[in-house]
């Protein structure tokens, strides 16, 4: 590596001149974005399969004429792929459930089976084995409609919903996103609808066996997996024979708790999967249309739409805490001002934000208290730790008129942010010790996203935020309801259980992986920008690992990219066609480890900042096509809109410090 001053001396690539013009563009768009409200918030992109479930939600309530559901036939159009299908992620060339759910959602909306698209389609799909080798949640979405037997689909008895929590396995061992996605779907399991849609359909096309040779019964994987199928059969022969105990309370104690957890605004876990299956479950449970219930419900998932004068589609989140807080952090570290105006309406609406209500994470965490931030609007029942970390960072960059107000949410939401310290010693997204592994091998689990466990990149989110809160220390923040400015942020036996935990998951290449960004890039720029701050000196050898092998995955082209196909084949660490976001990681991982070194990778960030210079538009953004975030890795992907905007930014305004 060659010092900061020699790599000054020679640069060219980045010129003050150059740079301050990037930022001025950058935080000029950035700034044009803002909500009157004081917010930031984007589009969240994923695969088709959201929009077309939404369609098929419409038609079992008989809404479908109230939606402009006509412009979602031209989006899927849009989105069919050359080959015939539709894409798990941008590239990937088709993925066989995502295509089975958008050839569904078509013919729901009248679109022929001999229609020129279609035929396409239903080729790609066969190729790939067919309805039978899709999906478990694809599969449920075509029982419901009689494409497929629930005969096929495993059974999910009621009465776990009784289990107490003190139980080894009751349904606070499953993640937030899995429980508030199964508990409404216990009572759709056990009821087993079948609607008839207008119009109705078969999709007995896509069976490359044909229809009437289909077994349907569950998998084997020839290992000790199989014990749940036969489980899963003893549960179908007591459904059958009326001998499932406790059912209807079961039943009965799964409603009740979807309905508690309604949101005012009518939302469900402020995710689709959650909401589309509550209103599933209600819907099975013969509710009304005209039910306030229902009305909120099913207005709340149209507030996950977008619209265009000719495509209509849903996505599968919302994202403005996230978004607005890392919007405030690149224009911090660009250079504006902390109590500029725009800084000032983005805290305070983030501080309105702030959750005050116990939730889910209660019940295995029984130390916290309120004062964590979630990722959407409204979401009271499932605050997350990597929200709440990025909050605190971006509140503690700004300059508020209320500052005791400011710290004491702050210290509220560190507080918490403790108590959720896993026993391994990292922490996870949503919940303490939801880890039991074992869960992703039943049947429903074929997604692998049953389990919230403590995770690297959340972990280093966590120790970042200790760090630059450490670092602010001696202008008198007040945290964990001590005056003292020389208070622990973090207990020091906490932040050595942590810091062992990332030395442990350090990858022998010398990267971390991503557990929520695509892949290794995002995990191990995250992780070096927490060591800087926390232990520069004690983990001087796994910063240097970890840039070393940043600075080797650099493009020809002076960018970096990582490709999603990376979780499924490790060999693709950090390989992948540049992105602005995935170069703006590298070089901000770069940058940290230069200042936990005082040396510089100078060539490698040159030429990174020359990439993002070179690829920036006159208006002052980015553009890449490709999915940067993940949501279940292997399964399911997002596209942040504003990752491409902010991120770089912040890159940039870094780079120009150390110039």
């Known amino acids: 590596m060659q010092t900061q001053e020699q790599g000054a001396v020679k640069s060219t690539k980045g010129t003050p001149a150059a740079l301050e013009d990037a930022i001025a563009r950058s935080q000029h768009y950035l700034l044009s974005l803002q909500d009157p409200d004081g917010y930031w918030w984007a589009e969240l992109e994923s695969n088709v399969t959201i929009t077309a479930e939404v369609v098929l939600l419409h038609k079992l309530w008989g809404t479908d004429k109230t939606r402009p559901l006509h412009k979602i036939e031209a989006y899927l159009r849009s989105q069919q792929r050359e080959q015939g299908g539709w894409e798990l992620f941008y590239g990937d060339g088709g993925e066989l459930s995502t295509s089975v759910e958008a050839y569904m959602a078509l013919r729901l909306l009248g679109v022929s089976a001999t229609d020129p698209a279609l035929q396409k389609a239903r080729s790609f799909i066969l190729k790939r084995g067919g ?59 056990d009821r087993k609808p079948v609607y008839v849609t207008e119009p109705a359909i078969n999709l007995d096309e896509l069976y490359v066996e044909g229809r009437s040779n289909v077994r349907f019964e569950l998998p084997r994987q020839g290992d000790w997996t199989d014990l749940f199928v036969y489980l899963d059969s003893a549960f179908k022969l007591a459904e059958n024979l009326n001998l499932v105990p406790f059912r209807q309370e079961g039943i009965d104690a799964a409603e009740k708790w979807v309905l508690e957890r309604q949101e005012v605004t009518g939302d469900w876990g402020g995710i ?18 005209s039910d306030p219930i229902i009305e909120r419900g099913l207005k709340a998932v149209d507030n996950f739409a977008l619209e265009t004068d000719d495509h209509y589609w849903i996505q599968p989140c919302i994202s403005p805490v996230w978004d607005t807080a890392l919007v405030m952090r690149s224009l911090v570290d660009s250079g504006l001002a902390p109590d500029h105006p725009a800084l000032v309406r983005g805290g305070e609406w983030l501080l309105e934000k702030q959750i005050l209500d116990y939730g889910d994470w209660a019940v295995k965490n029984r130390k916290g208290k309120p004062g964590a931030w979630a990722f959407e609007f409204d979401n009271r029942f499932y605050p997350d730790v990597d929200d709440s970390a990025v909050v605190v960072m971006a509140l503690c960059a700004v300059q508020l008129p209320n500052e005791p107000l400011k710290q004491a949410a702050i210290a509220r939401a560190v507080d918490w942010i403790a108590t959720m310290q896993c026993t ?114 004690t983990h001087q050898r796994e910063i240097e690992r970890g840039a070393s092998w940043l600075a080797g995955c650099q493009n020809a082209d002076g960018g970096w990219g990582e490709t999603c196909f990376s979780y499924n084949d490790p060999s693709l660490k950090g390989q992948g066609d540049s992105t602005a976001s995935q170069t703006a990681w590298a070089l901000i991982g770069l940058m940290a480890a230069g200042d936990a070194s005082g040396t510089y990778a100078i060539e490698a960030l040159d030429r990174g900042i020359h990439y993002l210079l070179q690829t920036q538009r006159p208006d002052g953004t980015w553009d890449e096509d490709y999915f940067t975030g993940t949501g279940f890795p292997c399964h ?24």
């Open 131 to 189: 309805i039978s080798k899709t999906r478990i949640f694809t599969k449920f979405h075509l029982g419901l409609i009689g494409c497929y037997d629930w005969r096929g689909l495993p059974s999910i008895p009621s009465w776990v919903m009784l289990l107490p929590d003190a139980f080894p396995v009751n349904i606070y061992e499953l993640s937030s996103w899995a429980r508030g996605s199964t508990v409404p779907l216990l009572i759709v399991f």
């Open 272 to 289: 689709i999967p959650a909401m589309l299956n509550s209103l599933l479950a209600l819907r099975a449970l013969d509710y009304n249309l």
């Open 636 to 659: 399911f992907y997002l596209k942040y809109h504003l990752y491409q905007q902010h991120f770089p930014l912040t890159a940039i305004g870094r780079y120009r410090l150390i110039k």
């Open 424 to 537: 391994p010693g990292g922490w996870a997204a949503f919940d303490l010790n939801n880890d039991q592994d074992w869960l992703n091998a039943i049947p429903y689990g074929d997604l692998k996203a049953m389990i919230d466990p403590n995770t690297a990149d959340v972990t280093a989110r966590v120790l970042e935020m200790v760090g630059k809160l450490e670092r602010i220390k001696d202008k008198g923040l007040r945290l964990n309801g001590e005056a003292d400015p020389s208070s622990f942020i973090l207990h020091p036996s906490s932040l050595h259980r942590a810091l062992a935990y990332l030395r442990a998951e350090q990858e022998p290449e010398g990267c971390w992986f991503g557990r929520w960004g695509v892949n290794y890039i995002y995990g191990t720029s995250g992780v070096l920008a927490a060591l800087s701050l926390v232990a520069p000196k």
